[in-house]
């Protein structure tokens, strides 16, 4: 009969679909569990517990390393967004650690090329908070500097656009990150145009004093 000529090959079919399901279904629950592990390391940053936010980072960096073996070739896509938040953590610490010019590369990290690409774009939103909190704790030069790495990943990156069909949602995140530049720009320059009056103002007034001294 014909059923019986096929069926090994429906057997070997059924092995492989199973193991991809069951690989599948780990690394859904597996990279929930790091993607959540990376939010929370980046909010523990903000919040100056930079030792608790390392080793959340680091438990993450292991789980990630684990589950690539069971993603392999075919399942590789569900561990993406699980290493974009890592490098978005990794590279937030580094430039927190005033290490701007050393961030960690894709090997470092063990990442993909498209999920080093995105987690550093979705870092520039992180950033941004950092400049909010220098200027207003009043330290406008630390604003400056942080800025101006905003810039400096977001040009190191956007010649990439041009794979945007291959990078799923690169566009997007780069109009984001673009968005974000604009608006910090703004407020820095607004701030050097106030600073600068508060100074005028300021020397006037001592020019002033000591002319009626």
Known sequence: MPVVSIQGSLEAINRDLKDV??????????TRDAVMLCSKSIIAMHHGQLGEAAEMMGQAKAMLAEFRVHAGDDLYRYIALAEQELVEAYVLRAVMEGQSQQLPSMADLEV????????????????????????????????????????????????????DNIVAGLR????????????????????????????AIGGLEKRLLGGNI
């Open 112 to 163: 993909s090329g498209p999920s080093y690409l995105t987690g550093l774009l979705d870092c520039v939103g992180e950033i941004k908070r950092l400049v909010y909190d220098r200027m207003r704790s009043g330290n406008e030069k630390d604003a400056e500097s942080l800025f101006a790495v905003m810039e400096d990943i977001y040009g190191a990156v956007y010649p990439f656009a041009v794979y």
């Open 172 to 199: 997007k995140k780069l109009d984001v990150a673009r968005m974000l530049i604009e608006d910090i720009r703004a407020v820095v320059t607004e701030e050097k145009r106030r600073k600068a009056m508060v100074d």
């Open 21 to 30: 399901q069951e690989r599948r279904e780990k690394l859904i629950k597996g």
